[in-house]
């Protein structure tokens, strides 16, 4: 008989965004939600605990560059699509705060975001040794309406290309 253990982190981050592609007038409209993102963790190999530390990885490391990344690029950033008009007004007019958006392939659906940090955190994992993997992430957009995504995001995001900001273990959030 064999069993998992799973570790499940939480964080809280505030941001703004606009759907100019179908999704209706009031969310054409710049606005923003207080969400939360709750990840969850498994040791990629399970091992018998060692009588000590008894853990894959201690809870610091595990979510410490997760949280870095929420805490100083997500929260309170604003999240546009490659095509919004206002990105452009953003680069000549604010160059310094076009610095704080987060730019998506398309429109910054509470769907593709879960998919879109699901494959940074995967990228964080891998880059300090693939000790832990993300099996499912929750982006919870209001309290009540939330996704959660369990799959491979490669399998699911539109226009794959090298070297996205989203697989990419850096602080980035965009690829300008």
């Known amino acids: 008989m064999s069993g998992s253990c799973a570790m499940v982190f939480s964080r809280r981050f505030s941001m703004g965004h606009r759907l100019i592609n179908g999704a209706g007038e009031s969310c054409a409209l710049p606005h923003g939600h207080n969400e939360t993102v709750r990840v969850r963790l498994q040791p990629t190999s399970l091992a018998r605990f060692d009588g000590a530390t008894n853990m894959a ?9 997760w949280h870095r990344w929420i805490d100083e690029r997500l929260d309170h950033a604003l999240q546009l699509g490659a095509g919004d008009p206002l990105l452009g007004w953003f680069r000549t ?34 880059n300090e040794g693939d000790v832990l993997r993300c099996v499912s992430i929750t982006l919870e957009e209001t309290p009540t309406n939330s996704v959660i995504f369990d799959g491979d995001p490669s399998a699911v995001l539109p226009t794959p290309r090298e070297s996205c900001w989203w697989q990419r273990p850096d602080m980035s959030i965009a690829d300008d």
Do not use: S
Not at 107 to 117: F, I, N, Q, R, S
């Open 57 to 65: 990885l201690p809870f610091a490391r595990a979510k410490a560059t």
């Open 93 to 126: 007019h604010e160059p310094a705060r076009a610095a704080r958006i987060i730019i998506t392939p398309g429109d910054p659906t509470t769907e593709l975001m879960a998919c879109l940090m699901m494959a940074k955190l995967a990228a964080f994992l891998h």
